[in-house]
């Protein structure tokens, strides 16, 4: 592969916009694998924010071109982009930012200006993208998830983790009832930790609190995503909202029980294996921006979350 002068990789490029969170990089793995085969001599350059650069690594031949969401263009690539994917969405603003790099050939749905399948409301997210691969002639297997294992040790091997956090209030299950839940887990012998961002921090200590746990087993705001998915990917089991936790569950086969809101399960939810999900989807609002937790989510109790737990043999 070609080098420019400052020594960074600068041969031809294949450019995936995706300018999102955890969680939507997780369901996206499956493209970006079937990319990196189908183009082995290209670089394979995911734009997304910076903070996600310990994950994309873990997909494995991938780079990560930090980019700041749709309100600003996507930053130069060195060498040339010669093909644009369009994994954000099928909007004007994600089509003009890739329409801007010249790329000679462009794969997304269709569009003014794009071949591509038409967009279809429904489809699990997994199964979008590879969908919209297989279309324009590259296969993908919606089932391709997994990641590498992480280079960085573990700071709970075998914990059971728990992830108060959400992005949103309309994901935010009750703090007492994480309380109870992770007040029977450490009753049952077990580690609990609570992991989340620096600004979950809080929460997460006032469901430690709820469980007469001590403040050293709040591990939220205290390690990077390296050490996040580390945790994750050695832990016993997973108990979370729908979010980049739940996730990465899922993509190291964890054992785990989602707690679902605003987000449909059929689009959102855990594939095949050790994974509970629990919601009320005839109580579904599905405003994810509300600053209320989601009645489907709300409808929950600790007694379902116990159950579950039970199903997957961790009570």
């Not at 569009?111 to 297989?134: I, N, S, T, Y």
């Not at 054992?255 to 994974?275: D, E």
Request: with cysteine; hydrophobic share 45%; aromatic share 6%.
């Amino acid at each position: 592969m070609e080098e420019n002068r400052s020594g960074a990789p600068s041969g031809p490029a294949v450019l995936a916009l995706r300018a999102l969170k955890l969680g939507d990089l997780l369901v996206a793995v499956p493209a970006l694998r079937a990319l990196r085969r189908a183009f082995p001599e290209h670089r394979i350059c995911y734009a997304a924010q910076a903070w996600l650069a310990p994950v994309v690594e873990l997909v494995g031949g991938i780079e990560l071109l930090d980019t700041h969401g749709l309100d600003v263009p996507v930053p130069p690539v060195p060498g040339r982009v010669e093909v644009a994917v369009n994994l954000h969405g099928n909007g004007v603003e994600s089509r003009r930012r890739l329409e801007a790099l010249g790329a000679p050939r462009r794969i997304g749905h269709h569009a003014p200006g794009w071949d591509g399948p038409r967009w279809r409301d429904g489809l699990h997210e997994r199964e979008r993208w590879a969908r919209l691969l297989e279309w324009h002639g590259i296969p993908a297997d919606p089932a391709d998830l997994h990641l590498l294992p992480p280079a960085v040790s573990s700071p709970a091997p075998g914990a059971v983790v728990v992830h108060a956090g959400a992005a949103y209030g309309s994901r935010l299950w009750p703090v007492e009832r994480f309380g109870a839940v992770a007040r029977t887990l450490a009753a049952a012998g077990h580690r609990v930790v609570f992991s989340g961002s620096a600004a979950e921090r809080q929460r997460a200590l006032q469901v430690a609190a709820a469980a007469g746990l001590p403040e050293e087993s709040v591990l939220a705001g205290r390690i990077g995503l390296d050490r996040f998915a580390a945790l994750v990917a050695s832990a016993t089991a997973v108990v979370s909202a729908d979010t980049g936790a739940a996730h990465l569950a899922s993509a190291y086969t964890r054992p785990s029980v989602v707690i679902f809101g605003p987000a449909p399960v059929h689009q959102w939810g855990p594939p095949p294996g050790p994974h509970v999900v629990l919601t009320d989807e005839s109580l579904r609002q599905g405003d994810t921006f509300s600053p209320t937790p989601d009645p489907a989510l709300m409808a929950v109790g600790v007694p379902d979350v116990l159950a579950g737990l039970e199903r997957l043999g961790v009570l």
